[in-house]
């Protein structure tokens, strides 16, 4: 097919996933938090295989039930449709600092030391502006950002990790967005139209005919229809994109620029579930004949290096465990000769990986990182002199993020809720929150952020260290000192067992301090605890197989509650302590399914209480934003997901001119 000409009815059924395909997106998806949706028994009739022979097209495994959709025409007619909001994420953060003007020029921003929640408010306002024109900004330039650990791939379907998400922000490609305030919207970027059907069950979108492939192809509706179904195809392993997508019915390209999405139900979740990374069709539906997981084959590895895709930005080199190059696309903004879209502000983008904060903090201050978020001790310590301020200045903000001991429920320490809430009882907060975090984060005691709509109305009153009583939930849960050698023993299974376990935590001096704090509170129970510090990928892996006993970690907010079903549903591969509980389960489909946001926050309240009951985690604390900037750096604002991840986020960063 080509330009405009309409899919006939058996096209469309084609697209639907069950039936192979009949032929032949600048918003990678913002996901703070990682979406998973637990894999379901492949249904029976559906094709499998490598192709077809008759037809030659690809052949997947899927997840989906057919079904048939009707006609443009039909639908049409049928669905009372509302316009939804389609924005241009830059014009809206200007048209907000317009009506926000910064407290101090930049000029006198630059001058200041934060050093007070006054000057913190000037350097964020006054730094934070766009540019006024074209002149002020730096051409050309490089920036040269942070990621604490190496991407798992470039491939959008298959991220997994922030670093992934950073990377692929980029370089990926798709129809929506959301702005500070979390609000969805599609991006004028890519979208002409988007509408949602009054009943909540389709949303149809025409996406722009000046849409490229960094191959020189057109972005088609028919990507779009293709990318849901290697979503949905269960040989590939989807590790955070494929959540929430079982209650899409199908997604079906009508023509090369409009394609509709079926909803199984009328969801509040539906907006969100419509926001998925697209790949190319032509590239992929020839490797995937060879690899369904997208991962082992040559091809695939060569697309991990040198991948095709739809956003701002292309794959110039790769160095695993060092560096990953970008560099702006001119037939992503340019199109027949003129310019259709924003011309992004930095022509290359290189991600340096750095573990270590002592070693990032270096090469901030040596000018070989350009931003990076900061550690406690380095906030108050280390980023106060002349030696900082020369080059850099910093700035904080509030950001959805929580930090926690979690626990593997299906090893035999962790199983009793009573030696979880022992667990709680043993931290030592003080020390942690005041002395090794600086009084710089508020204790956490829930999920769920306060300043969220779900949060808590009141705060509960959080742990405090109570050695006496976890030793008694300790010794009514049947682990005591049976042979007097000092540590806690149990026999399970008819073999008495020592209550000696490993933490692992990724390899970040402070992480490893607060992790040897619970280890040192333990040993005055009875209880072994061994620090296992890990590289960020190895304990990525070990978390996906729960090949650990506890971890430490943190998770940043969803753009809805319902993100979080992915951690704490029974089965869902992001629950990563295998946690389980009915009523949890039932209340994330409660909190789906009801659309009015008062009843909606009744739901993830409930579900709140029930894990602080639970134990799953001991929360530790919330962490707010705390960043370093080069001086040459501006535009930069905050949301609850932090400076980046949202819209416009890193597309509002500009270099100044020297």
Same mark, same amino acid.
């Given at each position: 097919?080509?330009?405009?000409?309409?899919?006939?009815?058996? +096209?469309?059924?084609?697209?639907?996933?069950?039936?192979?395909?009949?032929?032949?997106?600048?918003?990678? #998806? %913002?996901?703070?938090?990682?979406?998973?949706?637990?894999?379901?028994?492949?249904?029976? *009739?559906?094709?499998?295989?490598?192709?077809?022979?008759?037809?030659?097209?690809?052949?997947? =495994?899927?997840?989906?039930?057919?079904?048939?959709?009707?006609?443009?025409?039909?639908?049409?007619?049928?669905?009372?449709?509302? +316009?939804?909001?389609?924005?241009?994420?830059?014009?809206?953060?200007?048209?907000?600092?317009?009506?926000?003007?910064?407290?101090?020029?930049?000029?006198?921003?630059?001058?200041?030391?934060? +050093?007070?929640?006054?000057?913190?408010?000037?350097?964020?306002?006054?730094?934070?502006?766009?540019?006024?024109?074209?002149?002020?900004?730096?051409?050309?330039?490089?920036?040269?950002?942070?990621?604490?650990?190496?991407?798992?791939?470039?491939? *959008?379907?298959?991220?997994?990790?922030?670093?992934?998400?950073?990377?692929?922000?980029?370089?990926?490609?798709?129809?929506?967005?959301?702005?500070?305030?979390?609000?969805?919207?599609?991006?004028?970027?890519?979208?002409?139209?988007?509408?949602?059907?009054?009943?909540?069950?389709?949303?149809?979108?025409?996406?722009?005919?000046?849409? !490229?492939?960094?191959?020189?192809?057109?972005?088609?509706?028919?990507?779009?229809?293709?990318?849901?179904?290697?979503?949905?195809?269960?040989?590939?392993?989807?590790?955070?994109?494929?959540?929430?997508?079982?209650?899409?019915?199908?997604?079906?390209?009508?023509?090369?620029?409009?394609?509709? /999405?079926?909803?199984?139900?009328?969801?509040?979740?539906? !907006?969100?579930?419509?926001?998925?990374?697209?790949?190319?069709?032509?590239?992929?539906?020839?490797?995937?004949?060879?690899?369904?997981?997208?991962?082992?084959? #040559?091809?695939?590895?060569?697309?991990?290096?040198?991948?095709?895709? *739809?956003?701002?930005?292309?794959?110039?080199?790769?160095? $695993? *465990?060092?560096?990953?190059?970008?560099?702006? #696309?001119?037939?992503?903004?340019?199109?027949?000769? $003129? %310019?259709?879209?924003?011309?992004?502000?930095?022509?290359?983008? #290189?991600?340096?990986?750095?573990?270590?904060? &002592?070693?990032?903090?270096?090469?901030?201050?040596?000018?070989?990182?350009?931003?990076?978020?900061?550690?406690?001790?380095?906030?108050?310590?280390?980023?106060?002199?002349?030696?900082?301020?020369?080059?850099?200045?910093?700035?904080?903000?509030?950001?959805?993020?929580?930090?926690?001991?979690?626990?593997?429920?299906?090893?035999?320490?962790?199983?009793?809720?009573?030696?979880?809430?022992?667990? =709680?009882?043993?931290?030592?907060?003080?020390?942690?929150?005041?002395?090794?975090?600086?009084?710089?984060?508020?204790?956490?005691?829930?999920?769920?952020?306060?300043?969220?709509?779900?949060?808590? /109305?009141?705060?509960?009153?959080?742990? $405090?260290?109570?050695?006496?009583?976890?030793?008694?939930?300790?010794?009514?849960?049947?682990?005591?000192?049976?042979?007097?050698?000092?540590?806690?023993?149990?026999?399970?299974?008819?073999?008495? &067992?020592?209550?000696?376990?490993?933490?692992?935590?990724?390899?970040?001096?402070?992480?490893?301090?607060?992790?040897?704090?619970?280890?040192?509170?333990?040993? %005055?129970?009875? /209880?072994?605890?061994?620090?296992?510090?890990?590289?960020?990928?190895?304990?990525?892996?070990?978390?996906?197989?729960?090949?650990?006993?506890?971890?430490?970690?943190?998770?940043?907010?969803?753009?809805?509650? =319902?993100?979080?079903?992915?951690?704490? $549903?029974?089965?869902?591969?992001?629950?990563?302590?295998?946690?389980?509980?009915?009523?949890?389960?039932?209340?994330?489909?409660?909190?789906?399914?009801?659309?009015?946001?008062?009843?909606?926050?009744?739901?993830?309240?409930?579900?709140?209480? /029930?894990?602080?009951?639970? %134990?799953?985690?001991?929360?530790?604390?919330?962490?707010?934003?705390?960043?370093?900037?080069?001086?040459?750096?501006?535009?930069?604002?905050? =949301?609850?997901?932090?400076?980046?991840?949202?819209?416009?986020?890193?597309?509002?960063?500009?270099?100044?001119?020297?």
């Amino acid at each position: 097919m080509s330009g405009s000409t309409p899919c006939n009815e058996q +096209d469309v059924k084609l697209m639907m996933g069950c039936l192979p395909a009949s032929s032949s997106s600048r918003v990678a #998806r %913002q996901i703070s938090l990682p979406f998973l949706f637990a894999l379901m028994l492949l249904l029976p *009739g559906c094709p499998k295989g490598p192709g077809n022979a008759a037809t030659g097209e690809l052949e997947m =495994s899927t997840l989906l039930k057919p079904f048939d959709p009707p006609t443009l025409e039909e639908l049409n007619a049928k669905a009372e449709w509302e +316009d939804q909001p389609v924005l241009d994420g830059l014009e809206e953060y200007r048209a907000f600092k317009a009506k926000h003007p910064p407290l101090v020029s930049m000029a006198e921003a630059l001058k200041l030391r934060n +050093d007070s929640a006054e000057n913190n408010e000037k350097i964020l306002t006054g730094l934070g502006q766009p540019y006024a024109n074209e002149s002020e900004m730096k051409q050309n330039a490089t920036i040269n950002r942070l990621i604490r650990g190496d991407i798992n791939s470039t491939n *959008g379907l298959l991220a997994q990790s922030t670093s992934d998400f950073d990377v692929i922000g980029m370089t990926g490609m798709g129809f929506f967005s959301f702005d500070w305030n979390l609000k969805p919207f599609a991006s004028k970027d890519t979208v002409v139209s988007w509408q949602t059907s009054k009943d909540k069950l389709y949303d149809k979108v025409v996406i722009r005919k000046d849409l !490229v492939w960094s191959d020189g192809r057109p972005i088609t509706a028919h990507d779009v229809a293709f990318s849901f179904r290697v979503i949905m195809n269960p040989d590939v392993k989807i590790p955070a994109v494929r959540s929430g997508m079982e209650t899409i019915l199908g997604v079906v390209a009508y023509d090369d620029y409009t394609f509709v /999405i079926f909803h199984k139900e009328s969801l509040a979740t539906n !907006v969100w579930n419509c926001n998925f990374p697209i790949i190319p069709k032509h590239i992929y539906e020839v490797s995937l004949r060879e690899d369904p997981t997208m991962v082992d084959s #040559r091809r695939h590895q060569e697309l991990e290096a040198n991948p095709v895709v *739809g956003g701002p930005y292309k794959v110039v080199k790769r160095v $695993k *465990g060092q560096e990953i190059i970008l560099q702006r #696309r001119e037939d992503y903004y340019m199109y027949g000769g $003129k %310019q259709v879209r924003s011309k992004p502000n930095f022509e290359q983008v #290189r991600f340096r990986v750095i573990e270590d904060s &002592t070693t990032a903090l270096l090469a901030l201050n040596r000018g070989q990182v350009d931003d990076m978020t900061l550690q406690p001790q380095q906030w108050v310590e280390k980023t106060i002199d002349d030696s900082f301020y020369e080059r850099n200045t910093k700035v904080r903000g509030e950001e959805w993020t929580f930090f926690f001991f979690g626990w593997n429920l299906k090893r035999p320490y962790f199983t009793d809720v009573r030696v979880r809430k022992a667990m =709680s009882n043993a931290v030592n907060y003080d020390y942690i929150l005041k002395t090794l975090c600086y009084d710089l984060y508020p204790q956490c005691s829930s999920d769920f952020h306060p300043g969220s709509w779900w949060g808590p /109305i009141k705060p509960r009153t959080p742990y $405090k260290q109570d050695l006496e009583q976890a030793a008694r939930l300790l010794d009514e849960a049947g682990w005591k000192d049976t042979d007097g050698d000092g540590i806690r023993d149990k026999e399970i299974n008819g073999r008495k &067992t020592p209550f000696e376990f490993s933490i692992i935590t990724s390899n970040d001096q402070l992480r490893i301090d607060i992790c040897a704090s619970l280890a040192g509170s333990l040993s %005055q129970l009875g /209880i072994v605890c061994h620090v296992q510090p890990v590289e960020f990928t190895v304990m990525q892996q070990r978390l996906q197989d729960h090949e650990f006993d506890a971890n430490f970690g943190g998770w940043g907010t969803g753009t809805d509650p =319902s993100t979080s079903s992915n951690i704490w $549903k029974t089965g869902e591969d992001r629950n990563y302590g295998q946690y389980s509980n009915a009523r949890v389960d039932e209340l994330f489909e409660l909190g789906r399914t009801e659309l009015v946001q008062e009843k909606r926050a009744v739901y993830y309240r409930e579900i709140d209480d /029930i894990l602080w009951e639970d %134990q799953p985690y001991t929360w530790l604390y919330y962490r707010s934003g705390f960043y370093a900037f080069n001086k040459n750096l501006r535009g930069y604002m905050f =949301s609850p997901r932090g400076p980046f991840h949202y819209s416009p986020g890193f597309d509002a960063v500009w270099p100044a001119a020297q």
